[in-house]
């Protein structure tokens, strides 16, 4: 029998759909990747099977008992353990203290420490080594330390089942190595491990079976190898017209090679982590260029790179001008308009005040013009002009900051991520607007994006970036023949 | 597991060396105290009587701001309550001093267990404002029914502790050790971990098998608890009651700001904060009114100085960045 059997949960948010009748089982000595694009419900499946969240409905039977309606501890008790995506540590005490914590018993009667707990703590760090730092406290620690520390406090208890989200997050290679091999003796010793990840490739070597999710809902099951093969989860991945991938993109007038953007940067240190490394990439005159790549691959680095907001070693140059030692301020006046991921509207003034912010450089006609173009392209902000920017929807916010951009009559437009946690619908409006606008102004645009979908849509040609280094380049329609499987 | 070190820590506040010059430092400091009746006055016990309560207060308040994280803006709603249920209990029943003190402390601890519900459901400022608005109404309360409680002139008891100076330094000095003893002893032992644990991150205490609520509520009534003590023996020691001494929003806010002063998250950097505020508020009481300003102004420097507080000049490096 299977030591965890979850059916059919459930859990709204308002109006939306979180998790939908989810369901699956995973087996004592098993590994269960659960991956799906951003926003599918992977992590709220997670918080619900561990009581952090209650479910609206379904059933999560945990070694013959049901666990749904139960406290959060209660159902740690019962053999569930979950390391999270982001947690804190205990920062005044020492790592060997911090696992300590997961050992006590849950009683207010405890005033002296015993050997016993000392000892195993000093044991569970020595499996996810730990023990060279027992005595050390989590701020002087690096990343990866501290994910095994979290890990080592899940794993203290000796859970039935190990709840991982997210788990390789901002690991290098060899550390997400470590961390598999972690799994692996759990799932040896017993244990039945569900993994959660956005991205097959990288758990398909770990896990025994995978559960693929998308919009709350399950949409495959199986081997990995199946799964990846599996029509519903590449469709989910990289958008329904495969084959048409590109031909959308097929434009009348070819771009002729002048290239408005060259970037070589060597190396950009984050203190001694390297955030990238050999990047070089460039974009010619009207064309648009995707970078593509998972959460901290790089690519926001590498906009900040080019506006003069990270230091980094190598050139770049803009028009033919090198940008290297220019202040972020004459770097934006100089024709490169950013759209941040944040989207860092000033959320209490007005839509037109935010669109006038971005055409400040200009004397009041051209800033009228522009004003009336901006309107032109998205006739949303029109009727909303006298509206508080933070009182606006996700998709109408998200116009702003790209019609605040625009304002600055920019060469070139820089735009970070403007899908994250947007719905289907509200994308296509934004897409239909870049489409307008490649096809009127033949606006040159840079774009770092996790949805591909959206990114093969408008794309002339695209860069995979990696932990930090190019892996790919070429035009979109080659992009998935060539490197789909290997990235889903 | 051979190399690994099992010898006492050499770091960490459970460690021994932290163990013996900073505890043999404040072990010192009491027996100083102790002592100064031998040579200070009347009126220098009597500053020094009030300091100590003051330090209780803020020892409590420290208890659960700093260890379970709850902001509390009103540490005299629970203070006030145990005056005021020890004063009433006095001034129309009659009771002695030693069966009306009991009585602060159960209405106190009541309070507890009245703030502990909303701060199972709220967090940060949103919890601050339901203890602000505790406060208020309480001193509302009392001046509305000034009739019985004296109103804003206060409520003078029948009672007091001692006519001594020696003896009401001496009582408060022992409240002020038992305190100490009681929260330190909770704070540096495993289940002070757990406290520090839900302060820090209760979802995923909650996770790591740890109820929660239980500790919140324990944190509640051991702070209510001394926090009522120290609030009905202050008002035996006045011989009365008023919303000035023990309610009100500015005697809070001295509450606070001695722990800050002093060193969050230490219990014991509470009573050197406080006694800081109130000796330093009466030495300078020949300047007038601006004596208050010229302590907040000592108070912000020593936290620009000293973002940590009094007890942070005695940690490690690490210990002050934490």
Excluded at chain 1, 284 to 296: A, D, I, P
Excluded at chain 1, 432 to 444: A, D, H, I, M
Excluded at chain 1, 450 to 456: E, S
Aim: net charge neutral.
């Amino acid at each position: 029998m299977s030591i965890l059997e979850v059916s059919g949960i459930s859990k709204r948010f308002g109006g939306l759909r979180a998790v939908d009748g989810m369901g699956f089982s995973v087996q004592r000595g098993e590994i269960l990747g659960l991956i799906g694009p951003n926003g599918s419900g992977k992590s709220t499946t997670l918080s619900l099977i561990m009581g952090v969240v209650r479910p609206d409905s379904g059933s999560v039977i945990l070694d013959g008992k049901e666990m749904v309606g139960k406290a959060t501890h209660a159902i740690a008790k019962a053999g569930m353990s979950m390391v999270f995506q982001h947690s804190r540590p205990l920062q005044r005490q020492t790592v060997l203290e911090n696992i300590k914590l997961a050992l006590l018993q849950d009683s207010l009667f405890q005033f002296g420490a015993s050997r016993a707990v000392t000892d195993r703590a000093i044991e569970v760090a020595e499996r996810v080594g730990l023990d060279k730092v027992l005595h050390q406290r989590p701020g002087s620690l690096p990343f990866a330390d501290l994910r095994r520390l979290e890990v080592a406090k899940a794993l203290a208890s000796e859970p039935l089942v190990l709840l991982l989200d997210e788990p390789f997050a901002g690991l290098a290679p060899s550390e997400t190595r470590e961390f598999s091999e972690l799994a692996i003796a759990m799932r040896d010793a017993g244990c039945a491990v569900v993994l959660v990840d956005h991205n097959v490739k990288a758990v398909s070597g770990l896990v025994d079976r995978i559960v693929a999710m998308h919009a709350g809902q399950k949409i495959a099951e199986g081997a990995p190898s199946e799964v990846t093969r599996n029509e519903r989860v590449q469709e989910v991945y990289f958008g329904k017209s495969l084959g048409a991938v590109g031909a959308a993109r097929c434009r009348e007038q070819a771009i002729a090679d002048d290239r408005l953007l060259s970037v070589a940067v060597e190396s950009v240190h984050y203190g001694r982590a390297e955030a990238l490394r050999d990047i070089d990439l460039h974009v010619k005159r009207g064309e648009f260029v995707s970078v593509v790549g998972l959460n901290g691959a790089g690519k926001t680095t590498l906009f900040n790179s080019i506006l003069g907001f990270v230091d980094y070693a190598g050139d770049i140059q803009f028009d033919d001008r090198s940008l290297r030692g220019r202040k972020p301020a004459a770097i934006a006046t100089g024709g490169i308009a950013l759209c941040p991921e944040t989207r860092d509207l000033f959320s209490f003034m007005t839509v037109r005040e935010n669109l006038e912010m971005g055409g400040h450089a200009f004397d009041a006609n051209t800033r009228a013009e522009q004003l009336e173009w901006v309107y032109g392209l998205f006739p949303r902000l029109r009727e909303r002009a006298g509206q508080k920017a933070q009182t606006l929807s996700g998709g109408e916010q998200q116009m702003l900051t790209v019609g605040r951009a625009l304002m600055q009559k920019p060469q070139l437009l820089l735009l970070d991520e403007p899908t994250l946690g947007l719905a289907p619908l509200v994308l296509e409006d934004i897409s239909n607007v870049l489409e307008k606008l490649q096809n009127e102004s033949g606006l040159t645009v840079l774009l770092a994006e996790q949805n591909l979908t959206f990114a093969l849509r408008h794309s002339d040609r695209i860069y995979l970036i990696e932990t930090g280094s190019l892996r790919w380049e070429g035009e979109s329609r080659r992009f998935v023949e060539e490197v789909g499987e290997d990235i889903l | 597991m051979s190399n690994v070190n099992r010898s006492p820590q050499t770091t960490g506040p459970w460690s021994r060396d932290w163990l013996d010059w900073r505890v043999v430092l404040t072990v010192l400091f009491f027996v100083f105290l102790a002592f100064t009746p031998l040579f200070a006055g009347g009126y220098y016990l009597g500053v020094l009587t009030i300091a100590l309560y003051m330090g209780v207060y803020a020892m409590n308040w420290d208890l659960l701001f700093g260890y379970i994280g709850e902001v509390n803006f009103g540490p005299t709603f629970l203070i006030g309550l145990g005056a005021y249920g020890a004063g009433l209990c006095n001034t129309y029943l009659g009771w002695s001093v030693w069966a009306c003190i009991p009585v602060g402390v159960v209405a106190a601890m009541i309070g507890g267990l009245l703030l502990a519900g909303p701060a199972l459901r709220l967090t940060g400022p949103y919890f601050g404002l339901v203890t602000l608005v505790a406060v208020l109404i309480l001193s509302q309360l009392i001046v509305t029914f000034a009739g019985y409680t004296g109103g804003e002139i206060g409520l003078a008891l029948r009672d007091i502790l001692t006519l001594s100076s020696k003896g009401n330094f001496y009582y408060a000095l022992g409240l002020t050790v038992i305190t100490a003893l009681a929260l330190r002893l909770i704070v540096r032992s495993p289940l002070g971990l757990i406290l520090e644990a839900v302060g820090q991150d209760a979802g995923a205490t909650e996770a790591l098998g740890f109820s929660v609520t239980k500790y919140k509520v324990f944190a509640f009534l051991v702070s209510s608890f001394f926090s009522g003590l120290a609030g009905a023996m202050t008002v035996f020691y006045f011989g009365t009651a008023s919303p000035g001494t023990v309610v009100a929003v500015v005697m809070a806010v001295q509450v606070i700001i001695a722990t800050i002063v002093g060193g969050r998250r230490t219990i014991i950097g509470s009573v050197f904060g406080a006694i800081f505020l109130i000796v330093a508020g009466e030495l300078l009481r020949p300047i007038g009114q601006l004596s208050n300003t010229v302590v907040a102004v000592l108070a912000l420097l020593v936290l620009l100085l000293a973002p940590g507080g009094f007890t942070s000049l005695f940690g490690s490096r690490k210990e002050r960045k934490a």
